[in-house]
């Protein structure tokens, strides 16, 4: 059996009186790719916090490889798990390749200075993400697909064995979606990278993972393949949309908004 590599069990999050995850467990094998999908206010991005060691109040367990959160220092968390978060914290000013530099924090000695593996280290993932022309440009001067780039270039440099994404497509055009999507799937098979992340788009997520779990109201309502998890009743039910779910051998689940047309209105 594969190990799990990401082990939840029992996860529950309250902000003050209100708690919006509510006793999740899932576990992510090493090397898979586990999409959190759920309508606006489900809980997936609280989760992601609470996996990513993010929240100081939060029930239940959360382990890497069979170790505890609250057991691994903030450097040894930092070497083991990278985030993207959906709306990143951009230094004002700051050069490409020394945004990127910070994802070698957690290997640069206290009061030290980044080695020359470190910036060997920063200069392939510039090359292999395409910025190595930017790299000596402000990061708050990008596009919205550059940035997106940049801040997966940070993660990836991290070379964290595991990488947690929240709406990594936010703000992006059809082509940079695919783009980033595409570039963190080859580098889950070069890296052997574990994936868990949240996503919006419900065809893109069962294009791109292995399992999606669909969350409501903070808890798992369905957890499997895209084709297990994507019915029209459950997405219907959930996200209160007219849909259908389209199955092609090409392409897998696409997941296609139905409008309501009403008796007398144009072309009805």
Request: with cysteine; proline share 4%.
């Amino acid at each position: 059996m594969t190990q799990a590599c990401i082990e939840i069990t029992g996860v529950s999050v309250a902000y003050e009186e209100r708690t919006v995850v509510k006793e999740v467990s899932l576990a992510v094998s090493q090397g898979e790719w586990v999409c959190l999908i759920g309508p606006n206010g489900s809980g997936k991005t609280s989760l992601l916090k609470a996996v990513a060691g993010l929240l100081r109040h939060v029930e239940g367990r959360v382990a890497f490889n069979g170790r505890a959160i609250g057991k691994l220092s903030s450097r040894e968390l930092a070497r083991l798990v990278a985030v993207v978060p959906q709306l990143p914290v951009i230094p004002n000013g700051m050069t490409v390749i020394d945004y990127v530099l910070l994802g070698r924090t957690p290997y640069i000695p206290y009061f030290g200075t980044e080695s020359q593996e470190d910036l060997r280290t920063v200069r392939d993932v510039l090359d292999r993400l395409d910025l190595t022309h930017l790299s000596s440009r402000p990061v708050d001067s990008l596009s919205g697909g550059e940035l997106q780039r940049a801040v997966l270039a940070r993660a990836v440099a991290q070379h964290a064995p595991i990488l947690l994404l929240d709406e990594p497509t936010t703000g992006l055009d059809i082509g940079h979606q695919q783009q980033v999507l595409e570039l963190v799937d080859s580098l889950r098979g070069e890296e052997k990278l574990t994936v868990l992340s949240a996503m919006h788009d419900l065809t893109l997520a069962a294009q791109f993972a292995d399992e999606l779990v669909l969350l409501a109201e903070g808890g798992v309502v369905a957890q499997g393949s895209a084709q297990e998890v994507l019915t029209q009743e459950s997405v219907r039910k959930y996200y209160g949309a007219a849909i259908e779910v389209i199955e092609d051998s090409r392409f897998g689940v696409a997941v296609i908004p139905v409008r309501n047309r009403r008796e007398g209105s144009l072309g009805g």
